[in-house]
């Protein structure tokens, strides 16, 4: 079994994701702007954002996980225990898209792989090639 990078606070992390057997995650412009409505109600709080990319049946994203303090000086956040283990911020995101997702479709179990993926990016040319990752991969090489 592959270990799970944990994640930690003021670190950046690749973070990506795909339907279950391929499953599509959006089928329709609705899909991504509802998912990128519940990305900023559950993970902005927790992460800046750099680069990210939402294709039909996966995504990736480019964060950095804010400090504890940056996290404190939001609001409902007053003290430590109104933290949540940070991979708990994700989980409640593809939670609540999935719900959404097949209530709409009238479809039912798991729409994202588990768990989902993250690499803990450790120096400034990794950063750099995971932003032209995430920003080149919907490009499509014409033949």
């Known amino acids: 079994m ?32 509802y998912f990128l409505d519940l990305y900023d109600k559950h993970i902005s709080p927790i992460a800046e954002t750099y680069a990210w990319v939402l294709m039909k049946n996966h995504f990736h994203l480019l964060v950095r996980i804010r400090n504890v303090d940056e996290c404190l000086n939001l609001t409902g956040f007053e003290n430590l225990s109104g933290l949540k283990p940070l991979h708990q911020h994700f989980s409640n995101l593809f939670n609540a898209y999935t719900k ?23 120096h400034k040319a990794y950063f750099k090639s995971i932003v032209l990752y995430i920003h080149n991969n919907p490009v499509h090489p014409v033949k």
């Open 2 to 33: 592959q270990e799970i990078e944990p994640l930690t606070y003021g670190r950046y992390y690749h973070i990506y994701s795909h339907g279950v057997g391929n499953r599509d995650l959006f089928r329709e412009t609705d899909n991504y702007d």
């Open 100 to 122: 959404a997702f097949n209530k709409y479709y009238e479809t039912r179990g798991s729409l994202f792989e588990r768990p989902f993926k993250r690499k803990r990016i450790h």
